[in-house]
């Protein structure tokens, strides 16, 4: 299983950015797909994520201002950003759990900064 994440970049505080991530390989049933994010001296922590059938699920520091959406036909998922803050600047992990096991994509750097 390969993940394939862009995205990232740098953009100005109160900027928008959009992060897709699509799977590839040996792929028969994805369970939860989402998105963590790594700061520098920090815990690589949960952002948000997406059961197949919908459900989603937030970091309290990103509620109302990011949204998760996946398609499990084209086996991908997005993580669309507005209004960044500066303490958003990190970087970000795509991850899928198939049949119970995780699998980590190359992570993407989004910094927010003026």
């Known amino acids: 299983v390969q993940l394939q994440a862009s995205g990232g970049g740098l953009v100005q505080p109160g900027g928008s950015l959009r992060l897709s991530c699509t799977a590839s390989g040996t792929i028969f049933s994805i369970n939860a797909m989402g998105w963590y994010r790594q700061a520098i001296g920090k815990q690589r922590e949960l952002v948000a994520n997406?059961?197949?059938?919908?459900?989603?699920d937030y970091a309290d520091s990103v509620k109302g201002r990011f949204t998760i959406s996946r398609d499990n036909v084209k086996k991908t998922v997005w993580l669309q950003m507005n209004s960044l803050k500066p303490e958003d600047t990190a970087v970000y992990y795509c991850?899928?759990?198939?049949?119970?096991?995780?699998?980590w994509g190359k992570g993407t750097l989004v910094t927010v900064s003026s």
């Open positions: 991850n899928i759990d198939q049949a119970g096991l995780g699998y």
């Open positions: 997406i059961q197949s059938y919908g459900a989603t």
